[in-house]
């Protein structure tokens, strides 16, 4: 059986991996891209069919090396990212710029070196991991809302120009995740259970949901979908109502 390829970026833990888990045992063929070389063959190691990568999304020619490697490439995810966190009047300005660059621009290098090859074999998905703070702001994050904006916007750009080339191209928005880089916030147990009874749905969302739509959204049932943005937050973006009783 010949197998799809998925390369999912920052990879190495929290919901890349679990993108990675998923996709291998949906049959996929995994590139495990992540800065941290040993980071990436932890998680090669415990799944089926995968080939571990290491680089810089911001890297043009890292990128292009780990498509090359992996070779065929149907479907990029989009998922590296960091967090720096402050009120934007103290933001410390190579900060705000490192977050843009990678979360932003790292997008865009490693999508348009996907994209190419994508070209060349007659289509592809890409799915870009943004948050709903790129929907709504949310204090102490600028930088983070800054660029998870811009990559929704990135998204529905690259949809409209690579549409015509069979790439379909969308964006997840993941809210309140228990893993990955809010694992910090959640270990405060006063924090997890606030932002826990926020959520019209009751609970924390976990990796495994995200991993669970970035596949659906690379799937053939998605195949008429294309610079969409997926919430996957239990209803929260919509529950300010919720938060303020009329009595």
Not at 53 to 62: E, F, K, N, W
Not at 158 to 180: K, T, Y
Request: hydrophobic residues 45%; neutral net charge; contains cysteine.
């Amino acid at each position: 059986m010949t197998r799809r390829s998925m390369l999912i970026t920052g990879a190495g833990a929290g919901i890349g991996a679990a993108i990675a888990r998923a996709a291998s045992a949906a049959g996929y063929r995994v590139g495990v891209m992540d800065a941290d070389e040993k980071r990436a063959r932890e998680v090669t190691d415990t799944i089926e069919h995968a080939v571990p990568l290491t680089g810089d999304v911001r890297d043009a020619a890292d990128m292009a090396a780990s498509v090359r490697r992996l070779g065929d490439v149907h479907v990029l995810v989009n998922n590296a990212g960091i967090l720096r966190t402050g009120p934007l009047i103290d933001h410390n300005p190579d900060d705000f710029r490192l977050v843009m660059d990678v979360n932003l621009n790292g997008a865009f290098v490693a999508s348009q070196a996907a994209a190419r090859r994508m070209r060349e074999m007659g289509g592809g998905v890409i799915i870009n991991i943004a948050s709903i703070n790129g929907i709504h702001p949310s204090p102490n994050c600028g930088a983070y809302v800054a660029a998870k904006s811009g990559l929704i916007g990135l998204t529905q750009q690259m949809s409209i120009e690579w549409g015509a080339m069979g790439i379909r191209v969308n964006a997840i928005a993941p809210g309140f995740v228990d893993g990955g880089m809010s694992a910090q916030f959640y270990a405060n147990a006063r924090v997890r259970a606030r932002r826990a009874g926020a959520v019209p749905l009751g609970r924390l969302g976990t990796v495994e949901d995200v991993a669970h739509a970035a596949i659906f959204l690379a799937s053939d049932e998605a195949a008429y979908i294309s610079g969409h943005t997926l919430t996957v937050d239990g209803g929260v973006i919509n529950s300010v109502l919720l938060q303020l009783p009329r009595e």
